[in-house]
Structures are given as structure tokens and as C-alpha cells.
């Protein structure tokens, strides 16, 4: 069973360009976290899904940011025209439910911008 | 002031030695307390969940939360090279969103 999917796992992005981080959750997972880590920071909620609905986005920026997960395929966090203070690792978790004890995190994707 | 204070280190111990890495937080509400395990360049891997106050004890690895005092600790016993990572502390009042200390990095000298 394999765990969090994250790809890619490291994203070179010039300024103003678009990035695009994909999630798989586990095998019967159906809810996903996105958090952002900055260096020396600890992790930042971003976004909360569940198929096809948005749960919680209270941590993702107004502009530029957005994420979905589709009936089908994989959860998609997008950032449009990255700047460099976008620059951060970003992690993607996922659990069978509601889950308040914890939740399985993905190795996460580096994006650099340049 | 951040919800969630974490000493970020660096803790550097001989090997055998019992750590003890703390958290204290300002939000009364927050009821859910884990301890996260984050190797460099990997994603956290959970190594504790309380609910409430009181102790949970896991092998070498025991977590107290003092809820009156709005602090969390971590112990771990018989401390090993393999231990040497980040820790990071999180809480939630419940739902879905955790709120992260900024890590404590754990050194391990054999």
C-alpha cells in the first residue's frame, strides 16, 4: 500500500510562470491537506479537501493559489505567476476521514523560483 | 505572538541520553496534541497523538500534555543516532487544520 505520492518532487519555476504540485492520496483516503513549509518555519496550513469540494481554504493566499481535487486523479495545488517568496517545500497529507489524531504526510514537492 | 512556541535547537545529546523537547501554545481550545518526526528532505511521520491531558507512553517515546499549563513534552529514552531529526509539535482545537511549532532539530552523537 503505497503512501502519499507527491510530484514532482523538486519544481524549478521562473518568476511569473505557473506551478503545478500534484498529491495522491493513500488507498482509501478521501480527504487531503495542503501545508507549506518556509525554511527554519514549521509546516502552514494551506487548504483542506474532500472530493470534489473545498472544506477549509482559510490558510491558502487570496491571489494566485488555488487547489482541487477531482473526482478523478489527484489533488492539484496550482500557484499562477510565482514570485520568489513562493519558494518553499510544500506537503501534501491525506486520512480515511475526518481525522483529528494526525494524518499521513507525502514527501513533499521543493519549488524553487528563480 | 505565535500560538505555538517550539525552542528550535539545535539539541545535541551523547547517545543514551533522555531528551526532553517541549511546545507551549496560547489557544485554550486546542484538545489534540501530536509529535511529528521529520528527517531532512522527507515528510513529518507521526510519532505521538494525545487527546487532552495526560500521559502516552510508545516504546522509548512518551508524550505529556499539561493542559493547565498550556505545555507538551516529548521524551524519548535511550536516545539513538537514528533519533537525530527534526521534531515538530502540532495541535487542533479538533477538526482538520493542525497548528505547527517550528521544529525542534534533535542531534544524536554516538
Known amino acids: 500500500n503505497a503512501g502519499v505520492m507527491q510530484n514532482p518532487r523538486h519544481l524549478v519555476r521562473r518568476r511569473g510562470q505557473e506551478a503545478r504540485l500534484r498529491c495522491s492520496p493513500m488507498?482509501?483516503?478521501?480527504?487531503v491537506y495542503w501545508y507549506r513549509q518556509l525554511p527554519e518555519e514549521g509546516l502552514k496550513f494551506m487548504v483542506y479537501?474532500?472530493?470534489?469540494?473545498?472544506?477549509?481554504e482559510s490558510g491558502m493566499p487570496k491571489e494566485r493559489f488555488s487547489a482541487e481535487f477531482p473526482k478523478e486523479g489527484p489533488s492539484i495545488l496550482r500557484i499562477q505567476q510565482v514570485v520568489r517568496g513562493d519558494s518553499a517545500a510544500y506537503f501534501c497529507?491525506?486520512?480515511?476521514?475526518?481525522?483529528?489524531?494526525?494524518?499521513?504526510f507525502g514527501s513533499g514537492t521543493r519549488l524553487t523560483v528563480v | 505572538q505565535k500560538e505555538v512556541e517550539q525552542d528550535p535547537g539545535p539539541l545535541s545529546v551523547p547517545e543514551g541520553a533522555i531528551v526532553s523537547l517541549n511546545c507551549t501554545y496560547s489557544?485554550?481550545?486546542?484538545?489534540?496534541f501530536m509529535w511529528y518526526r521529520q528527517y531532512s528532505r522527507k515528510g513529518p511521520e507521526l510519532l505521538m497523538y494525545?487527546?487532552?491531558?495526560g500521559n502516552k507512553e510508545d516504546g522509548r517515546f512518551t508524550a505529556q500534555v499539561d493542559k493547565s499549563s498550556k505545555y507538551i513534552s516529548l521524551f524519548i529514552r535511550d536516545s539513538q543516532p537514528s533519533d537525530s531529526a527534526t521534531y515538530l509539535c502540532?495541535?487542533?482545537?479538533?477538526?482538520?487544520?493542525?497548528?505547527f511549532g517550528a521544529g525542534t532539530i534533535l542531534r544524536v552523537k554516538s
Open positions: 479537501l474532500q472530493k470534489e469540494n473545498i472544506i477549509d
Open positions: 502540532a495541535m487542533s482545537p479538533g477538526g482538520n487544520k493542525l497548528v
Open positions: 488507498k482509501g483516503h478521501s480527504h
Open positions: 497529507a491525506s486520512s480515511p476521514r475526518d481525522s483529528q489524531n494526525g494524518y499521513t
Open positions: 489557544n485554550s481550545a486546542f484538545q489534540y
Open positions: 494525545t487527546y487532552s491531558s
